[in-house]
């Protein structure tokens, strides 16, 4: 079964950091891009990180640029997010989401997400 | 980065009705839109790629077109299953926007 796994989520003070992780199962991890998508309260669903399979291109959303770095580990199938100087507006339900192999790029597997809060 | 306007941001349909959801781009993305179905405590589920690619599974009532600028998700007979928020995304370049949602609800 095809499946993504978050976890890492928690409450955290402004400033401070967090590292997020999803485990991926039954798929050749290596060969997809990944993402991370996260829904603030009450807000709609906005793209935060993506990473190709080869971890040779990675893209963010201008909001976490400088303070998030996506990374992955392909021997452990395993997609990362550190998450440096959050803030409140950081707190969110964060998804992975499996892409495509080729484009155009669509995000096809979805874990069930890990929830941020920042706060003091 | 391109920007996503998407229409109604909610709507109220009885059971059987025809719904239109509307996707407009800020710029010419070919065939770069993907519609996803998000219910309130689960993940999301991608409905469309490519337009109008219905993946495996998603029933056939759900259709999708478009292409350049302007999209479209029609559900031909909303099922009482089919509520929940509706988003397009564009992947045809970074930031992999979304719209900001449609929610159907129930009349």
């Known amino acids: 079964e095809v499946q993504l796994v978050e976890s890492g989520g928690g409450l955290v003070q402004p400033g401070r950091s967090l590292r997020l992780s999803c485990a991926a199962s039954?798929?050749?991890?290596?060969?997809?891009?990944m993402h991370w998508v996260r829904q603030g309260p009450g807000k709609g669903l906005e793209w935060v990180s993506g990473?190709?399979?080869?971890?040779?291109?990675?893209t963010y959303v201008d909001s976490v640029k400088g303070r998030f770095t996506i990374s992955r580990d392909n021997a452990r199938n395993s997609l990362y997010l550190q998450m440096n100087s959050l803030r409140a507006e950081d707190t969110a339900l964060y998804y992975c989401?499996?892409?495509?192999?080729?484009?155009?790029?669509?995000?096809?597997?979805w874990g069930q997400g890990t929830t941020v809060t920042v706060s003091s | 980065d391109i920007q996503m306007t998407q229409s109604p941001s909610s709507l109220s349909a009885s059971v059987g009705d025809r719904v239109t959801i509307t996707c407009r781009t800020s710029q010419n993305i070919n065939n770069y839109l993907n519609w996803y179905q998000h219910k309130s405590g689960k993940a999301p589920k991608l409905l469309i790629s490519?337009?109008?690619n219905l993946q495996s599974g998603v029933p056939s009532r759900f259709s999708g077109s478009g292409s350049g600028t302007d999209f479209t998700l029609t559900i031909s007979s909303l099922q009482p299953e089919d509520f929940a928020t509706y988003y397009c995304q564009q992947t045809y370049s970074p930031p992999h926007t979304f719209g900001q949602g449609t929610k159907v609800e129930i009349k």
């Open positions: 990473i190709s399979g080869n971890s040779g291109t990675k």
């Open positions: 039954g798929f050749t991890f290596g060969d997809y891009a």
């Open positions: 989401a499996k892409g495509r192999q080729v484009a155009p790029d669509a995000f096809d597997i």
């Open positions: 490519a337009a109008s």
